[in-house]
T-cell receptor, first 114, second 115 residues
């Protein structure tokens, strides 16, 4: 699975958009970009994933550059409850010879301020 | 809508004792996983299962055993607990092969301390 690089920490004001970047310059054509977050003392929570098109769901938007070497997770209106560690993970999908293993790095600590 | 349920939530053991952690999912998922998370480190995969009756080793399998007798349950066993196994254990499940690139859904963890 491709390695990812994320900033160690970021701050955001409540109500503002939080834009979390991720670099994955060695991504392969069949690898997806996944985002998870982990709120203190809880299990990781799936947010969104994509292959090459931008994606949006009720939680967030995922913007993937045309060359797929980087992506940005956007939380459109951050709240205090969005304070968490955000993980960008690149992996092939489950199936074939892959069992869908997730490799968690250090992630980005997002702190949302009042 | 329970999702992935882990029991117990907390446990303290003495060195050498044995115990079993239970993971149950109600989403009819094929794949199930056990991870451990230690301070300053990301989650590391211990064992996983791609279907009922099958298990396989992950990155850090030593000292652990698993069983998947029923599709909805995945058990993690510690035969002789060691202080190095003090950790937070997370179970996850996902759809399997041929079912798209589906995400893993996690339980809330079991906090295990070994004295």
């Amino acid at each position: 699975d491709a390695k990812t690089t994320q900033p160690t920490s970021m701050d955001c004001a409540e109500g503002r958009a939080a834009n979390l970047p991720c670099n994955h310059s060695t991504i392969s054509g069949n690898e997806y970009v996944y985002w998870y977050r982990q709120i203190h003392s809880q299990g990781p929570q799936y947010i969104i994933h994509g292959l090459k098109n931008n994606e949006t769901n009720e939680m967030a938007s995922l913007i993937i550059t045309e060359d797929r070497k980087s992506s940005t997770l956007i939380l459109p209106h951050a709240t205090l409850r969005d304070t968490a560690v955000y993980y960008c993970i690149v992996r092939v999908g489950a199936g074939g010879t892959s069992y869908g293993k997730l490799t968690f790095g250090q992630g980005t600590i997002l702190t949302v301020h009042p | 809508n329970a999702g992935v349920t882990q029991t117990p939530k907390f446990r303290v053991l003495k060195t050498g004792q044995s115990m079993t952690l239970l993971c149950a999912q109600d989403m009819n998922h094929e794949y199930m996983y056990w991870y451990r998370q230690d301070p300053g480190m990301g989650l590391r995969l211990i064992h996983y299962s791609v279907g009922e009756g099958t298990t396989a080793k992950g990155e850090v399998p030593d000292g652990y055993n698993v069983s998947r007798l029923k599709k909805q349950n995945f058990l993690l066993g510690l035969e002789s607990a060691a202080p190095s196994q003090t950790s937070v254990y997370f179970c996850a499940s996902s759809r399997g092969k041929g079912q798209g690139n589906q995400p893993q859904h996690f339980g809330d963890g079991t906090r295990l301390s070994i004295l």
